[in-house]
Structure formats: structure tokens, C-alpha cells
């Protein structure tokens, strides 16, 4: 196949697919490029936490949640197009109260997602199974929280009813602690 060399900006509505090819079988995977996204033009709002809160289509929801209340994040219908991102405010070393972030009606996340975690100390990543429409972050009582102040989680469609997402996670320097989980 030849390279392409562009000039101005490529632009796509249905995201970008990374597509690899088993040497051996000849079997071809595709899978969405889900870096985290240009922030340019989203709204900033800065959250309050409580007990339910919503993230709009096109916001950056900048939210002070610590640990010590559960707090759960309704997201936008999962439309092509529509990206949210949630902002960590706040140490998450308040508590062991659940984070939960929950897509809208029958919206999903896409199967195979993943999402850096802990186990043990140690890096691990949770995987999302079809089906899965909620995202659960448990902290330690610990500033050693890898989800923590200025950590990112960016929700972006591609396809209607499918979230993809995309995450930066902060940590303390003893990152350590915190997991996360998909779940139904």
C-alpha cells in the first residue's frame, strides 16, 4: 500500500479506525484510534460534586469529587459526534465512596474498552465485555489514588449508542491504589 503525505487537516465523522494484519492467518483488526481529544471549543464547567450530576454533549465537567460521598455521572446520549470529558478537581483521598459513571438508556461502552487500574499494587487494566453500561472507579482512603487531581476521562462517539473512551490518569508519585471496573 503507498503512503499518503496531506497538507491541511484530515478530517473524519466516524473517527479513525488503526487496522493490523496477522503476518501468519492473514486476519485483519480493526480498532477505533482513541487518543484523548482536542479540547478546542468544548465548555468548561466547573462541578460541584453531588450525589447525581450530568455531563452535557461538548462540556469539560471540571468535578471536586474526593472519596467521601458516592457521587454517580450520567452521561449524554452516546450520538456521533458527541464527547464529554470529566475532570478530577480534587484528591481522591477522602474516602472509599464509589465514582460511577453511567451512559445513557441502552448506550454502551464499546466491548473491549479498556481502562488502566490497580491490583496489588500494580498496574493492571480492566476490559469492558458487550453490554457494559457503567464504569465504576473505588478509591483507597490513601493519597495513593492513581485517579486523582487532573486525571482525564474523555467519552467520545463514534457510533450512535457506543462510547469510546480515552483517559490520562494523574496518580500521586505512589500511584498505587484505586480500581476501576466496567460493569453492567
Same mark, same amino acid.
Given at each position: 500500500?503507498?503512503?499518503?503525505?496531506?497538507?491541511?487537516?484530515?478530517?473524519?465523522?466516524?473517527?479513525?479506525?488503526?487496522?493490523?494484519?496477522?503476518?501468519?492467518?492473514?486476519?485483519?483488526?480493526?480498532?477505533?484510534? $482513541?487518543?484523548? =481529544?482536542?479540547?478546542?471549543?468544548?465548555?468548561? *464547567?466547573?462541578?460541584?460534586?453531588?450525589? &447525581?450530576?450530568?455531563?452535557?454533549?461538548?462540556?469539560?465537567?471540571?468535578?471536586?469529587?474526593?472519596?467521601?460521598?458516592?457521587? *454517580?455521572? @450520567?452521561? =449524554?446520549?452516546?450520538?456521533?459526534? @458527541?464527547?464529554?470529558?470529566?475532570?478530577?478537581?480534587?484528591?481522591?483521598?477522602?474516602? #472509599?465512596?464509589?465514582?460511577?459513571?453511567?451512559?445513557?438508556?441502552?448506550?454502551?461502552?464499546?466491548?473491549?474498552?479498556?481502562? !488502566? $487500574?490497580?491490583?496489588?499494587?500494580?498496574?493492571?487494566?480492566?476490559?469492558?465485555?458487550?453490554? !457494559?453500561?457503567?464504569?465504576?472507579?473505588?478509591?483507597?482512603? *490513601?493519597? #495513593? &489514588?492513581?485517579?486523582?487531581?487532573?486525571?482525564?476521562?474523555?467519552?467520545?462517539?463514534?457510533?450512535?449508542?457506543?462510547?469510546?473512551?480515552? $483517559?490520562?490518569? $494523574?496518580?500521586?508519585?505512589?500511584?498505587?491504589?484505586?480500581?476501576?471496573?466496567?460493569?453492567?
Amino acid at each position: 500500500m503507498a503512503s499518503t503525505t496531506f497538507s491541511g487537516p484530515v478530517r473524519s465523522e466516524g473517527g479513525f479506525q488503526m487496522a493490523t494484519k496477522n503476518s501468519v492467518t492473514g486476519a485483519v483488526t480493526t480498532r477505533m484510534s $482513541s487518543a484523548m =481529544p482536542d479540547l478546542t471549543g468544548l465548555v468548561l *464547567a466547573d462541578t460541584a460534586t453531588g450525589a &447525581n450530576i450530568s455531563i452535557a454533549d461538548g462540556v469539560i465537567a471540571v468535578v471536586n469529587y474526593t472519596g467521601a460521598a458516592a457521587c *454517580a455521572v @450520567a452521561l =449524554p446520549a452516546a450520538t456521533r459526534g @458527541a464527547i464529554a470529558v470529566y475532570v478530577q478537581a480534587k484528591d481522591t483521598a477522602g474516602g #472509599t465512596a464509589t465514582l460511577t459513571f453511567d451512559a445513557a438508556g441502552t448506550d454502551v461502552w464499546a466491548t473491549g474498552s479498556l481502562i !488502566e $487500574s490497580r491490583a496489588a499494587a500494580e498496574v493492571t487494566f480492566d476490559t469492558s465485555a458487550a453490554g !457494559e453500561t457503567s464504569l465504576v472507579f473505588t478509591p483507597a482512603n *490513601a493519597a #495513593t &489514588n492513581l485517579f486523582t487531581t487532573g486525571s482525564k476521562i474523555a467519552f467520545m462517539c463514534f457510533e450512535d449508542g457506543v462510547w469510546t473512551i480515552a $483517559s490520562e490518569m $494523574s496518580g500521586a508519585a505512589d500511584a498505587t491504589t484505586g480500581a476501576f471496573a466496567f460493569g453492567a
